[in-house]
């Protein structure tokens, strides 16, 4: 795909890579809450919050009420909110929405919800989604592992996607990564048999993590070359696009000379 701007990535204060909207599960459990809903004590990002523009403001108040939600502990009904039953994806720290956008117009027959915490990077896709009439894409305005315990069904989800989480590089801090085993298992309980999760990386110490998280969970096959599989073998039957577009931030790690890892992992169909 193209190259798309991804403004929410400068949307973090100190941070290497794009702020990501989850926090790893809190002590205690699911279901265990600490803190604000939206900001949770633990969290695996850091953004500003900033005032949105008066048109901004415009199109979410005419857009938001039917296409976005907060963080609940309701059983989220995509097909009634999508007005249609098809595979849904979500994507966890859309940011601006840049790519969310691309793939959605790339993918019409998948149903794609994206999960962020800031708001004027919303209010930049509500404001995309408006002007071009995407159909295809709903947003939750939260935690991700909050939206995953309790607004998601068991074996209900056809992708996941997370692209360029928090790395927080310093030792002290990885526990604040949004990709443990936790949320791994909790993330694969989620897929349906056969669902991709698909993740990717600029940071060579997060990569290792999170390989060696994906390789031990279970329920989950690699399915390109960097997980142990093929991916030519899967491009053509896997139910959601292996391609990502390239956004403004990938472009600057591009020239900054960071590799790019990602990993994709099938859930085992038994």
């Known amino acids: ?18 702020p990501s909207t989850a926090s790893a599960p809190a002590e205690g459990g699911p279901g265990h809450k600490t803190g604000s809903r939206l900001y949770p004590r633990v969290t695996s990002f850091r953004s500003r919050r ?25 059983r989220l009904d995509a097909a009634a909110w999508f007005g249609r039953d098809a595979p849904l994806v979500i994507e966890i720290g859309c940011g601006t929405g840049t790519a969310t956008a691309a793939m959605a117009q790339a993918e019409p027959h998948l149903n794609l919800i994206g999960i962020e915490v800031y708001q004027p990077g919303l209010a930049q896709l509500v404001q995309r989604i408006e002007r071009e009439r995407i159909e295809n894409i709903r947003l939750l305005r939260g935690d991700a592992v909050d939206v995953l315990e309790n607004m998601i069904a068991a074996e209900s989800l056809t992708g996941v996607r ?28 989620r897929l349906k048999p056969g669902g991709v999760l698909h993740v990717a990386t600029d940071h060579a110490d997060y990569a290792e993590h999170i390989h060696a998280v994906g390789m031990a969970e279970p329920l989950l096959e690699g399915l ?18 292996f391609e990502r577009p390239v956004t403004k931030f990938e472009g600057k790690a591009h020239r900054a000379g960071s590799a790019i890892t990602e990993l994709v992992w099938g859930k085992i169909d038994r």
Not at 55 to 64: E, K, L, N, V
Not at 165 to 189: E, F, G
Not at 228 to 238: C, D, Q
């Open 50 to 74: 900033g005032a949105l523009t008066a048109t901004q403001q415009q199109s979410w108040d005419r857009m938001w009420p039917s296409i976005g939600r907060e963080v609940a502990d309701e």
């Open 224 to 241: 390109n070359e960097a997980t142990g599989g093929v991916s030519e073998e899967h491009r053509g039957t896997a139910p959601i696009g």
């Open 162 to 189: 997370v692209f360029f989480p928090d790395p927080w590089p310093k030792a002290r801090h990885h526990k604040r990564r949004l990709l443990q085993p936790a949320t791994v298992a909790l993330i694969a309980s």
């Open 1 to 18: 795909m193209d190259a798309v701007n991804d403004a929410a990535n400068d949307t973090a204060e100190s941070v290497p890579g794009p």
